[in-house]
């Protein structure tokens, strides 16, 4: 059974950085394709980074892009969230995911539906 445990969250002030990490355990981490989700008070679930098993590919929507990037340590069994730039916003409960059965080495998914695997959530506060 996969587990993913995330870490890293907290209260930071608009301008700065925090980098998550997630750290998995219980299955062939090196095949998984990975994402990150954010979920604010009263919106839905959204995709903020993904990225392949290889980690050749990624992907960001514009809302980050530019300020977030994913990478992943196949030796470690981790995946990271850098965010830069952070603003009120980017409040939220991130959440790292795994899609165990990719149909492809350089797939990645931005659908929560995609996804089988969820970790518990490290919150994110962005102070103004």
């Known amino acids: 059974q996969v587990q993913l445990v995330e870490s890293g969250g907290g209260l930071v002030q608009a301008g700065g950085s925090l980098r998550l990490s997630c750290a998995a355990s219980?299955?062939?981490?090196?095949?998984?394709?990975m994402g990150w989700f954010r979920q604010a008070p009263g919106k839905e679930r959204e995709v903020v980074a993904a990225?392949?098993?290889?980690?050749?590919?990624?992907y960001g929507p514009d809302s980050v892009k530019g300020r977030f990037s994913i990478s992943r340590d196949n030796a470690k069994n981790t995946v990271y969230l850098q965010m830069n730039s952070l603003n009120p916003e980017d409040t939220a409960v991130y959440y790292c995911?795994?899609?165990?059965?990719?149909?492809?080495?350089?797939?990645?998914?931005?659908?929560?539906?995609?996804?089988?695997?969820w970790g518990q959530g490290v919150q994110v506060t962005v102070s103004s």
């Open positions: 990225i392949t098993w290889s980690g050749a590919n990624t």
């Open positions: 219980g299955g062939t981490f090196s095949r998984y394709a």
């Open positions: 995911t795994a899609n165990s059965r990719p149909n492809h080495r350089n797939s990645y998914y931005v659908a929560a539906s995609s996804y089988d695997v």
